[in-house]
């Protein structure tokens, strides 16, 4: 009798327990914990040295963390067979285009003061302001592409649309590559990862491939 309830609790919170510990409010706020961790450093003036590197830095760390956890969940889904993996699929890739948006307003703002010429001065003159551009335009159409609305009225083209993200992650880990002098280890690790995952998809199109002719 114990066995039995005690398995049909177990059964049920098997069931439930993706659902109500990364239920979607939940995750929404941890995604925006290091944006508030952030805000309350520079409140405190508790940024360090040099407060304004150290705010683009770290909104740009997120942005690219944020890119390569959307990017994970597909495969990380098949592999591991947990389908609710999906349903955050989302809202991880827009929390890196907000990242990466207020990295590239930081800099706008307390690198560039705003002035238009500078910007684009620098744009033109530093290869990895150009990389982290470039990457950057590539990714707005695939933010305001995210609805579920766009997705049906893009059919097949949003799947294709949506294969930008490759090329968006190869660029951002470029400029990261291109701007850090001496501790490879974090874009190393990242490296690895995208080169794993870039891998993965190429098996998955080639299978595919057979299996239609
Ligand atoms: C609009 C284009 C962009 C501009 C102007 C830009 C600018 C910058 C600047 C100035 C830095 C160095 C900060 C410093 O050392 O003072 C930086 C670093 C970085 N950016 Fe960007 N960025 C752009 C786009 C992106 C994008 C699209 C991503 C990722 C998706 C990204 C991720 C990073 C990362 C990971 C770093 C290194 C942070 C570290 O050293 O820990 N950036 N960016």
């Known amino acids: 009798m114990e066995v039995v309830i005690k398995n049909n609790v177990y059964t049920q919170l098997k069931e439930k327990v993706p659902g109500v510990i990364f239920f979607k409010p939940v995750v929404f706020i941890l995604c925006l914990m290091p944006f508030f961790f952030l805000l309350l450093n520079a409140i405190n003036n508790n940024l ?45 890739g827009l929390f890196a285009f907000f990242y990466v948006s207020i990295h590239f307003f930081s800099y706008i703002w307390f690198d560039q003061f705003f002035s238009l010429q500078d910007i684009v001065k620098d744009i033109i003159k530093r290869p ?12 707005v159409p695939l933010a305001l592409t995210s609805t579920t609305g766009m997705m049906r009225r893009l059919k097949k083209n949003w799947g294709r649309l949506h294969k ?42 080639l299978k595919n491939k057979r299996k239609r002719t």
């Open 48 to 92: 360090g040295p040099n407060p304004v590197e150290e705010m683009i830095r770290t909104l740009g760390d997120w942005g690219i963390y944020f890119l390569f956890i959307g990017l994970m969940i597909s495969p990380v889904r098949k592999v591991f067979n947990v389908s609710w993996l999906s349903r955050y699929r989302r809202m991880t």
């Open 128 to 139: 990895f302001i150009t990389v982290g551009f470039i990457c950057y335009l590539l990714l």
């Open 164 to 205: 930008l993200v490759y090329p968006v992650s190869i660029l951002a880990l470029l400029h990261y590559f291109m701007m850090v002098k001496a501790d490879f280890l974090v874009p190393g690790v990242m490296l690895i990862i995208l080169s794993v995952l870039l891998g993965y998809r190429l098996v998955l199109s």
